[in-house]
């Protein structure tokens, strides 16, 4: 059998199932320009993941295969390869655009779907009438449970044939033209960028610096200064690393005596929103319950976008997100909660501008974790509790350490004076904006208007 491999989210030689089948392959990546025309020149993502496939390229042709790399429209390829092949062989991803892409091209080739992204297939951990979970804690029981040694299994490689193809080229195809271009950035339009040392760490020396901080994770994820976080959330999102890679690291943790259980949680959490994603589509846009959309506020969203919110510790955020594509996950439930709360901003702005931004940009994760924040959406934090940003500085960031770092106009200002409202609306700080709503007044505001949405 003929089969076009086709690499996404699954950027690696190790641990691929699309490497464990036989016969003539073809494998690929597609620079999908659906995606790449609606970002900037200088979006970080597509400088790590024109790198990452670059690498992968080399790693095939190690062990006797290569890549063929295109741009362009994925159906309208399969169209022009379709008839030379027998099936496509890849990888699930659950959104709403994946999966009306994927349907077009299984209208052209048999497609073969590997589970291979998240630790359970879309229909593995449901409830006992076979619908899906609502809430995460039964959800997370129920995965324990379903959870064996077949979910550590190593995918070994096979003895594969590389199909016959011009493999040192761009093969561009653009309004019915296809071209072939240099293997570069700028022949898909964009320049390369700077990456941040932690992002160009292998999976595997995050693994090894995660494994002396992973004893404290549970106490220390939250605290900003800290660092005590995998940092392999790009790495999943792209694949560079099996997700059943990590699980057996984990393993391997938990029989030296390290509590393993608040890191696989989240591994767990992970999987809860990408099957929500899954099952209920509608979700990407539109409220799983009440009827809070927001209030349009420019003014607002303009300030928020341009870190210039003057609270700190979300200014501080969004300063990293600008600069670096990353935001620590504590941060990112503090700026949405503000986004949606206090500025009463429809959480679709939020989550539209933090998929501009993420490096890690997972559309189940973030979609339903600013629902989670507006309290619109499926096991939702009640609309009536809202993080105070100051509160959150004064216990995650105590010695403001983090807001300093990237709001660095207040690196010379004392960190009781950046976690008390009334002084930073008393006094001018050069170079830096008085907050644009008032804590106490805009949550007072919100409830208000929560409870008359709730009341209709």
């Not at 089969?3 to 691929?16: G, H």
């Not at 597509?46 to 670059?54: A, D, G, K």
């Not at 607002?300 to 210039?308: L, N």
């Not at 100051?390 to 660095?408: A, C, E, L, W």
Request: glycine share 4%.
């Amino acid at each position: 059998m003929r089969r076009i491999l086709w690499f996404r989210r699954d950027l690696r030689v190790e641990d691929n199932p699309l490497l464990a089948q036989d016969g003539e392959v073809f494998p690929i990546f597609i620079f999908d320009s659906n995606i790449l025309s609606k970002l900037p020149a200088n979006d970080k993502r597509v400088t790590f993941i024109f790198n990452t496939v670059s690498s992968l390229k080399t790693k095939l042709q190690k062990i006797g295969l290569d890549l063929a790399i295109f741009h362009g429209n994925p159906p309208d390829i399969f169209k022009a390869l379709a008839e030379n092949f027998d099936e496509v062989v890849a990888s699930g991803d659950y959104d709403s655009y994946a999966l009306e892409r994927d349907r077009k091209v299984s209208h052209l080739l048999h497609f073969n779907y590997q589970s291979d992204t998240y630790i359970f297939r879309t229909k593995e951990v449901l409830k006992s009438d076979s619908t899906p979970y609502l809430v995460f804690t039964p959800f997370y029981n129920k995965a324990k449970t379903l959870f064996t040694s077949k979910h550590l299994e190593i995918i070994p490689n096979t003895t594969q044939k590389l199909f016959d193809f011009e493999y040192n080229v761009l093969h561009n195809f653009s309004n019915n033209i296809v071209s072939k271009l240099d293997i570069s950035l700028e022949s898909i339009g964009f320049v390369e960028q700077t990456l941040t040392k932690e992002q160009l760490l292998t999976p595997q020396e995050k693994l090894d610096i995660f494994s002396t901080k992973i004893s404290a994770y549970s106490n220390d994820r939250d605290y900003l200064a800290l660092n005590a976080t995998s940092e392999l959330s790009i790495d999943l999102r792209f694949g560079t690393i099996s997700i059943r890679e990590v699980l057996r690291w984990l393993q391997v943790q938990k029989k030296k005596g390290i509590d393993t259980e608040p890191f696989f949680r989240q591994l767990i959490f992970r999987d809860f929103y990408a099957m929500l994603l899954y099952h209920f589509p509608y979700l990407e846009s539109q409220n799983f319950r009440y009827k809070f959309n927001g209030i349009n506020n420019n003014e607002y969203y303009e300030a928020f976008c341009s870190a210039k919110t003057g609270v700190p510790i979300v200014d501080a955020g969004l300063r990293q997100l600008l600069e670096t594509g990353e935001m620590h996950n504590r941060v990112r439930m503090i700026v949405a909660s503000f986004f949606t709360k206090n500025l009463l901003l429809p959480w679709q702005w939020g989550e539209a501008f933090f998929a501009q931004h993420l490096m890690d940009y997972d559309a189940s994760s973030n979609i339903l974790s600013w629902q989670w924040s507006a309290g619109t959406g499926v096991d939702p934090q009640p609309y009536f509790r809202i993080f105070n940003p100051y509160t959150q500085s004064m216990k995650f960031d105590k010695n403001g350490g983090y807001i300093k770092r990237y709001v660095p106009e207040l690196s010379n200002i004392s960190i009781k004076f950046l976690v008390d409202e009334v002084k930073l609306y008393s006094y001018a700080i050069l170079n830096y904006p008085q907050p644009i709503v008032n804590y106490k007044e805009s949550s007072k505001k919100a409830l208000e208007y929560f409870k008359s949405l709730t009341s209709k």
